[in-house]
Every structure is written in structure tokens, then in C-alpha cells.
């Protein structure tokens, strides 16, 4: 890249910034609760993504839809941000449970797995789309049927696994 147009890039980011500082301040601000330390490492993160992602901004915006990019993408920054602090900071109690019902999930996954064995290869292949979270008039479009009968024959492979799982447990 020439000087020429990294100095052309940097004046276009620095006076994005400047245009919409305030509204960046402002949900900064919202975001940190008050703190003026968390808001300025929030503003500083959003600058930093800002420049980053300059060059998805269109080049001919109006100034309307260049502040509400900078709004989207301050928002995507907080919410990220959030997230990942959230995910960070789990209790020690709800990590024991987490642990619980992963393991209490790992021994459903196995009953499951052990009841489809039990199922005709169709009837697999429909639940498993299903399992893997395909919505019934996806499955519908893809076998050819309508909505309504991707709807009885899960119910009617659902009664089948239930009578099975009586048997078995």
C-alpha cells in the first residue's frame, strides 16, 4: 500500500471517528455502567474495530447510513465484548452443574443413538435432520412431502422410540 493512500485511508477513518464520536461516547458509556475507565477501553476497542473494518463501509454513504454503520458496528463490539466476559466469568457452582448435565446429556446422546438403531433408515434420516436442526419445511422441501407429513411421521417415530425406550429401560 503507497503513503499516498494510507494517508488517505487514516483521514477517511479519523474523520469517521470525529463525525460520530459522540454517539460511540454515548454507547460506550451506556455500556460501562457509568465507569469512565471500562468506557474508555470500550471506546478504544470500538476505534480499533472501526478501523479494522473500514473498508466495508461503502464508499458513497450518506451520512445517514454512515452513522448507522457505526452504530451496528459499535453495537457487534459491545455485544461481542459482553459475551465474552460472560463466558468468562462462570461460578464455581455452575460449573459443577455444567459438568452434571453434560454428563447427563452424554448419557441421553448415548440412548438416543442406541434407540435409532431400532428405526428403519428413513425413519433415521428424518430425525436426524431434525436433530441436526433442520425446521420441518426444510426436511419437507428436501424429501418431496408437505409440512404436515414431516409432522406425523416424527410423531408417529417419536411414539415408536417411547414404546421402545419402555421395552429397553
Known sequence: MSTNIAI???????????????????????????????????????????????????????????????????????YNLERDEAARQVPTEQLSLAVELAEEQHHCREQLVELMSYLTPQERALLQRELDGYRQHEIAAELGVSVSTVSRRRDKILAKLREISKTIY
Open 8 to 78: 488517505q485511508l487514516y483521514r477517511a477513518y479519523e474523520t469517521l471517528v470525529l463525525r460520530h464520536r459522540k454517539i460511540i461516547w454515548w454507547l460506550c458509556w451506556r455500556h460501562s455502567h457509568g465507569d469512565i475507565e471500562r468506557c474508555r477501553d470500550l471506546v478504544q476497542d470500538v476505534s480499533a474495530t472501526l478501523w479494522k473494518r473500514l473498508d466495508r463501509l461503502r464508499t458513497n454513504a450518506t451520512p445517514l447510513e454512515e452513522e448507522a454503520w457505526v452504530v451496528m458496528t459499535t453495537r457487534s463490539v459491545l
